[in-house]
C-alpha cells in the first residue's frame, strides 16, 4: 500500500476507535460494580497492547502510565477519556475538543437500557 494508503487508513482506524471508546465511557454504568471497573481497566489496557497501528499503541501506553484510566463513575470516565483523547491531539496538533460537549457528540442509539442490565440479568440467570 503506499504512504498515503497508510495514512488515510491509519486516520480511518483511528476516528472509529475513539467514537467506539468515547461511546463505550458514555453508556458506562453510573455506580459500577468493582467487575465493571475491573473490565473498563482491563480493556483500555488491552486495547493499548493490541491496537493495530503499533506507533500509537507505543504512546498509548505511555499515557496510560501518566493518567490511568479513571473508573469511579461514567462521568469521571467519560472525563478522563476526553482528557486522554485531547493529549493525543495535542501531540498530533489537532484541535482540542471541549469535553462539556461530550454528550451531544456521542450516542449509540442503543436505547435508554442501561449498559448493564444485560449483565446483571446474566448473573440472576
Ligand atoms: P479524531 O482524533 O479521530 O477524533 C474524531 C472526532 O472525535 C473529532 O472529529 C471530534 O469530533 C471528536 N473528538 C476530538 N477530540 C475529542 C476528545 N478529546 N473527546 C471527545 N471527542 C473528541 N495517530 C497518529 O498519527 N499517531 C498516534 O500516535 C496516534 N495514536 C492514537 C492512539 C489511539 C488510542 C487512537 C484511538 C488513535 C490514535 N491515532 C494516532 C489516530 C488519531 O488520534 C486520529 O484518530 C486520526 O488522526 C484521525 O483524526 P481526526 O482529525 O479525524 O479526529
Redesign the pocket.
Known sequence: MSKLGNETA??A???A???L??TITLRYPETPSQDERDALDSYFHL??RL?P?G??AA??QQLLKRFPPQTSSRRTAALW???V??Q??E??H?P??D?AH?DA?YDCGCGDSPVNSVSRSADAD
Open positions: 491509519k486516520v482506524l483511528g476516528r476507535t475513539w467514537k471508546l468515547h486495547l493499548s491496537y497501528c506507533e500509537c504512546e498509548f477519556l476526553c482528557h483523547h485531547n493525543v491531539n501531540r498530533l489537532k482540542i475538543f469535553c461530550l457528540t
